[in-house]
């Protein structure tokens, strides 16, 4: 006599039946192709400690002035190459969204050729740009902007595209022209969206250009990466330190001006 | 003409609209000037750093361009497919998706297990708490990429190396939006089990865990899809997988094996990205 009350809908239940299966099927896979056993891990446990003791700690700091240089290049790099991708990601978000545009056809167009490059991960494109351009700055400020406008611009659209119809079809039966459009209901309407986003880019972006930095973007990845490529472990581990606080403080610094802005406004 | 404007300027008053709104030229006043003064220091000091940052980099523009046509021809040459070798590009690919599959999946389970630790809703222990989310911010807070380098050096080269890699980061990761989860499951659930009798491992599986699952599951697909980007990056840094074919293939000048694989990691992320959301609107969104 056992009364129970599903906290589940049968619906989702068998929903959920399902996707834990297919997962126990992919995981089976999977443990057979790779052969990997945690447990395994478990045992060399001890080997990884004497490395993080002996070879990785105490953190050291060596050329503080070049470090402070690499880090400036980190940094700039983000900050640039998210305001580059924010200033073209709104244009083409606007001739892209099926809402706005006045060239639906390309609209199509420019939509498949942004979900084409985020599908890709950025450092395959640093990849393939330091390969055709040469490393350097410059071809990662290409790549990060490359990858960050694709990003920006299919959230951009999808803010127009949940925009109220009202004030676009208010300003349509007035006789309003596409730019008139844009600046009077697009902007004032998706403008906090638009910051939103363009702050979260921000946050990806410090991370991005420490990694595209890795493969030759320059900064402070490619200091990280000289170091550990050359068994410098103590020195990998006090730029690892920099990197962390960087990127903390970055988030912090990102929540702190979303309040500022978005609830003030 | 001063007449006119006068005339027109009392007309709205007959419908009784407020006479105050006409003041300039006949807008409606729509802007806050306190919002507007954010909003200018914000856009005035993006401007300014992204100039400044911009210029700090001092990129030489002129020698880039003149490069840019080796850029159509590399892209040329990366479709123009070359499918020798294909065996041992699909053997990698199944590498890089067994790994984001198990380091997903492992790392969901240790996510649940710390997440729990870290959900006020379970814990009481400020001090614990704090102490274990400061330890995860940190993990979070460096790359991957940076962690799967440091596994590299413990484990050397295979598979194990590429999960436990991004195991690390995605631990951190399930950690904290379990966690937060976990929270947003709210007290009137736990205080109706507590008031019945149960104990905190009851509370936990038969309250919490049920009402969390939604969004267990989509924080997984999301964590799916970005540690499929991440394990393709791996091989580039040094570990396996399909990375490791495009960045070698790259560098030896055959571009037409690296289009191939790239073309696979692309198809592989849409179907992925397309499938997840077709799941999380049909079954995930409707409360």
């Not at chain 1, 834990?20 to 790779?34: N, P, R, Y």
């Not at chain 2, 790359?143 to 195991?167: E, K, M, N, Q, R």
Request: net charge positive.
């Amino acid at each position: 006599m056992e009364h129970r009350i599903p906290v589940v809908s049968k619906r989702e239940k068998r929903f959920y039946t399902i996707f834990f299966a297919v997962l126990l099927t992919f995981f089976a896979v999977a443990t057979l192709l790779t052969q990997y056993n945690p447990f395994a891990l478990l045992f060399q446990g001890g080997a990884f400690w004497e490395f993080l003791t002996q070879d990785f700690l105490p953190p050291t700091l060596k050329d503080p002035a070049g470090i402070l240089s690499a880090i400036l290049t980190t940094v700039a790099l983000a900050i640039s190459a998210t305001s580059c991708a924010l200033v073209l990601g709104f244009v083409a978000a606007v001739f892209a969204s099926p809402r706005t545009s006045i060239f639906p056809r390309a609209g199509k167009v420019l939509r498949a050729l942004v979900t084409l490059v985020r599908n890709i991960p950025s450092l395959i494109w640093a990849f393939i740009l330091f390969s055709a351009l040469g490393i350097g700055t410059g071809v990662a400020f290409v790549a990060l902007t490359i990858s960050s406008f694709a990003f920006m611009t299919r959230t951009f659209i999808e803010v127009i595209d949940e925009l109220a119809d009202s004030s676009l079809e208010a300003l349509t039966a007035a006789g309003a022209n596409f730019p008139q459009k844009v600046v009077h209901a697009v902007l004032p309407n998706c403008l906090m969206d638009f910051i939103e986003w363009y702050l979260y880019s921000m946050e990806l972006n410090i991370r991005s250009s420490t990694i595209v930095g890795m493969v030759g973007g320059g900064g402070i990845g490619l200091v990280l990466f000289t170091y550990i490529k050359s068994f410098n472990y103590p020195a990998a581990a006090g730029i690892i330190l920099i990197i962390a606080v960087l990127v903390i403080g970055v988030d912090r610094l990102m929540a702190y001006t979303r309040k500022k802005v978005l609830n003030e406004a | 003409m001063n007449q006119s404007s006068q005339q027109l300027a009392v007309q709205p008053s007959r419908w009784g609209f407020p006479q105050a709104r006409e003041r300039s030229g006949g807008k409606i006043p729509v802007k806050a000037p306190g919002q507007d003064r954010v909003l200018k220091i914000f856009f005035g000091t993006c401007a300014v750093l992204s100039v400044a940052s911009f210029l700090f980099l001092e990129v030489d523009w002129l020698k880039l361009l003149s490069r840019v046509p080796n850029m159509g021809e590399s892209f040329v040459k990366l479709f123009t497919f070359d499918f020798t070798g294909f065996s041992s590009t699909l053997s990698a690919f199944g590498e890089s998706v067994s790994m984001t599959v198990l380091a997903t999946i492992y790392s969901a389970v240790l996510g649940i297990l710390f997440g729990a630790f870290m959900s006020r809703n379970l814990v009481k222990n400020r001090l614990a708490v704090g102490a274990l989310s400061a330890a995860f911010t940190f993990v979070r807070a460096v790359p991957s990429v940076v962690w799967v380098l440091l596994v590299l050096v413990c484990l050397g080269f295979g598979p194990a190396t590429g999960i436990v890699g991004l195991s690390v980061h995605s631990i951190a990761f399930f950690a904290k939006a379990y966690a937060q989860s976990f929270d947003d499951v709210g007290g009137d659930v736990v205080e109706a089990l507590t008031v019945v009798g149960a104990n905190r491992l009851q509370i936990f599986f038969r309250g919490i865990l049920p009402a969390a699952l939604s969004s267990i599951v989509a924080w997984f697909s999301l964590r799916v899809e970005t540690n499929f980007s991440e394990s393709t990056v791996l091989g580039m840094v040094g570990a396996g997988g399909i990375g490791f074919v495009i960045s070698s293939n790259i560098q030896n000048y055959r571009y037409g094996r690296a289009g191939v694989a790239i073309v696979m990691v692309f198809l592989f992320a849409y179907l992925v990205e397309t499938g997840f959301s077709k799941m999380k609107r049909a079954y995930l969104m409707d409360h």
